[in-house]
């Protein structure tokens, strides 16, 4: 902190034992290693499942950023009701959802029609793709693969991740924005930024047109008289 205009001088205070409370991060690498064999633990101890769930394609929040697309926290009930994975006549509940690989964010909203086709079209692809297991050898439920399925599944050939399977793309930007002539606009798209301000101008000076309007007809009627 700089000392401006006849200001007191600072007495500072370095005799504070600050040895004791400073945190290193000596053991960085060592953290890395551990977190590392963790993850390969992980793996192995829920194969052949991924280790993480499938994730919804959502837009980035503000104008400056929506033009992309990231994997979302969760699907809504909306898109889990629409999409029948498991012969259900309701969809596939909520609860049995997080059980085969899907992540469910009950606070989400479809706020438009294009992301809620988008991401159930994303859940027809993980249907053709899933493989569910019985949870007790031999003994089949509704819902699981068949006998067949079961026996095409090798060692090596299922993803340990699904965002590797299944990423989230964003569209170059020259394939996601496009400008086109004027020769192909149809009859009346032209000057529609002339349109609009010609029209709330229009709507702001109602009022004003309206008074000017009454004032010279009743001078009128006057000069008549």
């Not at 992540?103 to 909203?109: E, T, W």
């Not at 090596?156 to 400008?179: F, L």
């Amino acid at each position: 902190m700089t000392i401006k205009h006849n200001q007191q001088i600072q007495h500072n205070h370095f005799r504070k034992d600050w040895q004791r409370r400073v945190r290193t991060h000596f053991d960085q690498p060592g953290r890395k290693s551990r977190r590392r064999n963790a993850r390969l633990t992980k793996a192995v101890a829920v194969a052949p499942r991924p280790v993480d769930k499938l994730r919804p394609i959502v837009r980035c929040p503000s104008i400056r950023y929506n033009r992309r697309v990231r994997a979302g926290r969760g699907f809504s009930l909306a898109e889990l009701k629409v999409q029948n994975i498991i012969p259900i006549e309701a969809g596939i509940p909520r609860k049995l959802a997080p059980t085969i690989g899907i992540s469910v964010d009950p606070r989400r909203a479809n706020l438009s029609q294009e992301s809620l086709v988008v991401n159930v079209e994303r859940l027809k692809a993980y249907q053709a793709r899933l493989i569910l297991f019985p949870r007790r050898t031999g003994q089949h439920k509704k819902g699981d693969s068949s006998k067949e399925a079961l026996g095409t599944v090798k060692e090596g050939t299922t993803s340990g991740k699904i965002h590797s399977v299944m990423p989230v793309i964003n569209e170059a930007r020259e394939a996601a924005i496009s400008e086109i002539k004027k020769s192909d606009m149809g009859e009346g798209e032209s000057a529609v930024y002339r349109k609009l301000r010609d029209a709330r101008s229009e709507a702001r000076l109602v009022g004003v047109r309206e008074k000017r309007a009454k004032a010279k007809a009743d001078e009128a009627s006057a000069a008549k008289k």
